[in-house]
Structure formats: structure tokens, C-alpha cells
């Protein structure tokens, strides 16, 4: 069983940088790919990022390529995103994810193949 919390979301203006974490307990996070998806009101879950266990392949949502970077501390057992470049349409709140399975780029989108989720980090971007 992994316990997954996130941190670090709040308010910021447009253009402004946050840095999402993802704190994991109960197992060692580095056995685990992990993954970060956003909802926001009314809408689906969205894909935003993923990263493997060892850090070494990672994927991106096309509304975030080039903002948001995606790394791992398997050290610390935690998982970041880091966004930069905020916009209002980013406002959302933030779910990280814990994946068993080997890690595939043409699965890491789907929200089905994750197993543990943490409870969400609200972002709110203001224009």
C-alpha cells in the first residue's frame, strides 16, 4: 500500500511558478512510475505529467509541454512538478499518482492504470 500527499498548490498570478509535491509512505516510491493529472470544475481528469521509477523517461500533456517539468528524489520518496509560465486555464486541482506497471508512454495518459492516488492540491492561476 502507498499513501501519496500532495503540497505547494495555492493561488498565483498568470505568468508566476509554482512547484507541486508529492510525498509517498508505505512502500519505497523509486519501485513505482509515478504520474500527475488535473481537474477542474466540470471537466475530466486531464494528463499532465509522468516520470518512470528511475527518472530516466518522462511524458508531458500537450497543454503543458514546455511549462511544466516532471522529476523525482527517489532519496526522499517524493515526486515533483514544477510549473512555470501559469495560466488561468491551468487552474485545476492536482492529483499524484502511483503507477505498478511497467512503464509505457502510450498508457501513462489514461487515468485506469494507475493505482494510488492522493487527495489534490488546489491551483488557482489568476488572470
Known amino acids: 500500500q502507498v499513501q501519496l500527499v500532495e503540497s505547494g498548490g495555492g493561488l498565483v498570478q498568470e505568468g508566476g511558478s509554482l512547484r507541486l509535491s508529492c510525498a509517498a509512505s508505505?512502500?519505497?516510491?523509486?519501485?513505482?512510475?509515478m504520474g500527475w493529472f488535473r481537474q477542474a470544475p466540470g471537466k475530466e481528469r486531464e494528463f499532465v505529467a509522468a516520470?518512470?521509477?528511475?527518472?530516466?523517461?518522462?511524458d508531458y500533456g500537450d497543454s503543458v509541454k514546455g511549462r511544466f517539468t516532471i522529476s523525482r528524489d527517489n532519496a526522499k520518496n517524493t515526486v515533483y512538478l514544477q510549473m512555470n509560465s501559469l495560466k488561468p486555464e491551468d487552474t485545476a486541482v492536482y492529483y499524484c499518482?502511483?503507477?505498478?506497471?511497467?512503464?509505457?508512454?502510450?498508457?501513462?495518459?489514461?487515468?485506469?492504470?494507475?493505482?494510488?492516488w492522493g487527495q489534490g492540491t488546489q491551483v488557482t492561476v489568476s488572470s
Open positions: 516520470i518512470s521509477w528511475s527518472g530516466g523517461r518522462t
Open positions: 508505505g512502500r519505497i516510491l523509486s519501485t513505482y512510475a
Open positions: 499518482a502511483a503507477m505498478m506497471r511497467p512503464y509505457d508512454s502510450r498508457r501513462v495518459y489514461f487515468p485506469t492504470v494507475y493505482d494510488y
